[in-house]
């Protein structure tokens, strides 16, 4: 049931979608003249070819200190997501009223076009592993998240905003595991607005000494 007295929250432009975990980070705001808000809030999907509205769940955001801005992430099925369409949220108070919906988040488009070239790794005089590729422009990724993994050893990663095209790993940072033979492991996640698309992974052993 709706509620009109209940105060809407609007959904920021930090949302995104994540595609390797099928989860939507939602990050919604409650308006400045808004001192208390109901605990929990409720995400609606409304298909493209559909007005009637969906249940993609509910639950309670976590606020940042002494702001009325809070994060939620939710389970969205990639099959669902994938249909594009737009999703809204509405406060949910413990008797299971809502507020308005809020202005609609369009679901960014889901396709398996690349953002990028496929990632090259090379090992550096310095002893590093230097990760590159270049961008598709008319793809619209900003940044690309670069994971570099050692078995056995915690992942490494580096957030590499565009138009940069490397991303470098240190020794230090492989704890001086960059030895002949080791093989490691690189995922690159490209990242445009609203969305964190299908990442692609590759494996690289460093060179043995001739």
């Known amino acids: 049931m709706s509620n009109p007295n209940l105060p809407t929250p609007t959904i920021d432009a930090a949302t995104y979608y994540d595609v390797a975990s099928q989860q939507l980070h939602l990050v919604i705001t409650y308006p400045s003249g808004v001192s208390i808000w109901p605990n929990d809030i409720v995400v609606n999907l409304i298909a493209p070819s559909s007005t009637t509205p969906t249940k993609v769940g509910n639950g ?77 422009q008319k793809m619209g990724a900003t940044a690309q998240q670069v994971t570099l993994s050692i078995a056995g050893q915690t992942p490494v990663t580096a957030m590499v905003k565009s138009p940069a095209v490397t991303a470098t790993f240190t020794m230090a940072q492989a704890n001086n595991l960059f030895m002949p033979g080791k093989k490691v492991a690189i995922q690159c996640t490209p990242i445009a607005p609203g969305l964190w698309a299908t990442a692609v992974n590759t494996t690289f052993s460093i060179p043995k000494s001739r």
């Open 60 to 136: 309670a955001p976590t606020f940042t200190a002494n702001t009325k801005t809070g994060t939620i992430v939710m389970p969205l099925a990639l099959a669902l997501a994938s249909q594009g369409g737009q999703l809204t949220v509405a406060s949910l108070d413990t008797s299971w009223e809502s507020s308005p919906p809020s202005d609609p988040w369009k679901i960014p488009a889901i396709n398996s076009s690349p953002f990028t070239s496929p990632p090259t790794a090379s090992f550096t005089s310095l002893g590093s592993v230097e990760v590159t590729w270049s961008w598709i």
